[in-house]
């Protein structure tokens, strides 16, 4: 059984900072991928950023110098730190993982079908 367990959402102004963190238990594969989504009220789940096995990381466009995703591997945890927000960065934000894939698999167009395991989500707006 695998659970991931977002925290770290709030409310912010606009050009503020926030870091959201995904705690992973269960059953953890050495070939992974990890991803973190978010959703608007009345828009589709979307790919924010993805990390590999082998560390490599991938942004979509509207978050590329702003975002960070980053692990540690020590506390199975995944985090994406976000700066420079702005209220179109409200939503709710998601943590994902896909067991078994990864290198070019781990592609931040991936959609919500094809991760495996996913949080709860936590809330993140921006005023």
């Known amino acids: 059984h695998v659970q991931l367990v977002e925290s770290g959402g709030g409310s912010v102004q606009a050009g503020g900072s926030l870091r959201l963190s995904c705690a992973v238990s269960?059953?953890?594969?050495?070939?992974?991928?990890m991803g973190w989504f978010h959703q608007a009220p009345g828009k589709e789940r979307e790919g924010v950023a993805t990390?590999?096995?082998?560390?490599?990381?991938r942004y979509a466009d509207s978050v590329k110098g702003r975002f960070t995703i980053s692990e540690d591997n020590a506390k199975n945890t995944l985090y994406l730190q976000m700066n420079s927000l702005k209220p179109e960065d409200t939503a709710m934000y998601y943590c994902?993982?896909?067991?078994?894939?990864?290198?070019?698999?781990?592609?931040?167009?991936?959609?919500?079908?094809?991760?495996?395991?996913w949080g709860q989500g936590t809330q993140v707006t921006v005023s």
């Open positions: 269960g059953n953890i594969y050495r070939r992974y991928c």
């Open positions: 990390r590999d096995t082998a560390g490599s990381t």
């Open positions: 994902a993982a896909r067991w078994g894939l990864s290198g070019s698999w781990c592609d931040v167009s991936r959609t919500q079908s094809d991760y495996n395991y």
